[in-house]
């Protein structure tokens, strides 16, 4: 089979296209949006005017021509798959993947089907979420998922979410992350057949390992999807 040309452009490899939204918090290594959480090129794009809020509380299909232009320019740059800073995207799934041209990742929540089938008999995913009022049916049927699994959500007031609603220039990373371990606790204590966990939250990466070893859970977040994606796109060579 004849090898598809290559198409023309300035940049070239493998890149993960990033779709960041219109933030000003500290990001720390981990966090989708922080270039050392990655030890692969990837490209970021911020979709200026859309905000965290405008995915979450209002409705992603207003916003869908700027994702659309996003995508757009993140492929003509070479990106061979794309992925989104925020788990709500999950809505506009379906919208987005009809449009990209090369592989699109809307959220964490996407590895919802897969974790359900792989856990133990009797368990189950439980979701940590930063609104969960927020999080409808829809958002679950975007990724193939049914609602009504274990979840917990980040504190409403709590440090993480103030900070990312205050744009704070400079957080207490172990603040934000005891802040996560009790949102885990009390996810657990509620929900005794929980075998693994996913974080809706793109920004929860940082805390994933920290999570892990303390609850012995695997965890999944943006980080382990987009990792999956990329070893697809360039599998290992192992010699012969």
């Given at each position: 089979?004849?090898?598809p040309?290559?198409?023309?452009?300035?940049?070239?490899g493998?890149?993960?296209?990033?779709?960041?939204?219109d933030?000003?918090?500290?990001?720390?290594?981990?966090?989708?949006?922080?270039?050392?959480?990655w030890?692969?090129?990837?490209q970021?794009k911020?979709?200026?005017?859309?905000?965290?809020?405008?995915?979450i509380?209002?409705?992603p299909?207003?916003?869908?021509?700027?994702?659309?232009?996003?995508?757009?320019e993140?492929?003509?740059?070479?990106?061979t798959?794309?992925?989104?800073s925020?788990?709500?995207?999950?809505?506009?799934?379906?919208?987005?993947?009809?449009?990209s041209?090369?592989?699109?990742?809307?959220?964490?929540l996407?590895?919802?089907?897969?974790?359900?089938?792989?856990?133990?008999?009797?368990?189950?995913?439980?979701?940590?979420?930063?609104?969960?009022?927020?999080?409808?049916?829809?958002?679950?049927h975007?990724?193939g998922?049914?609602?009504?699994?274990?979840m917990?959500?980040?504190?409403?007031?709590?440090?993480l979410?103030?900070?990312m609603?205050e744009?704070?220039?400079?957080?207490?990373a172990?603040?934000?992350?005891?802040?996560?371990i009790?949102t885990?606790?009390?996810?657990?204590?509620?929900?005794?057949?929980?075998?693994?966990l996913?974080?809706?939250?793109?920004?929860?990466?940082?805390?994933?390992?920290?999570?892990?070893?303390?609850f012995?859970?695997?965890?999944?977040?943006?980080?382990?999807?987009?990792?999956?994606?990329?070893?697809?796109?360039?599998?290992?060579d192992?010699?012969?």
């Open positions: 089979m004849t090898p040309a290559t198409p023309r452009r300035a940049i070239h493998t890149m993960i296209g990033i779709i960041v939204l933030t000003g918090f500290r990001r720390l290594p981990g966090d989708i949006a922080h270039a050392d959480t030890p692969f090129p990837v970021f911020v979709v200026r005017g859309v905000r965290p809020a405008d995915v509380e209002g409705d299909r207003h916003s869908l021509n700027a994702f659309r232009t996003a995508i757009d993140l492929v003509a740059l070479g990106c798959a794309i992925t989104t925020c788990g709500f995207l999950a809505a506009v799934q379906d919208e987005l993947v009809r449009h041209p090369v592989p699109f990742l809307s959220s964490t996407l590895q919802i089907p897969m974790v359900q089938r792989i856990l133990p008999a009797g368990k189950k995913p439980g979701l940590i979420v930063s609104d969960p009022q927020a999080l409808s049916e829809h958002h679950f975007g990724v998922a049914t609602a009504g699994l274990p917990a959500a980040l504190p409403m007031n709590g440090v979410l103030s900070n609603r744009h704070a220039t400079e957080v207490d172990a603040a934000q992350e005891a802040e996560v009790s885990v606790a009390e996810l657990l204590a509620d929900h005794e057949n929980v075998g693994a996913v974080f809706e939250c793109a920004n929860l990466p940082p805390y994933s390992a920290a999570v892990s070893r303390h012995g859970l695997p965890v999944y977040d943006i980080v382990t999807l987009v990792h999956w994606m990329h070893l697809s796109l360039v599998p290992p192992y010699p012969r």
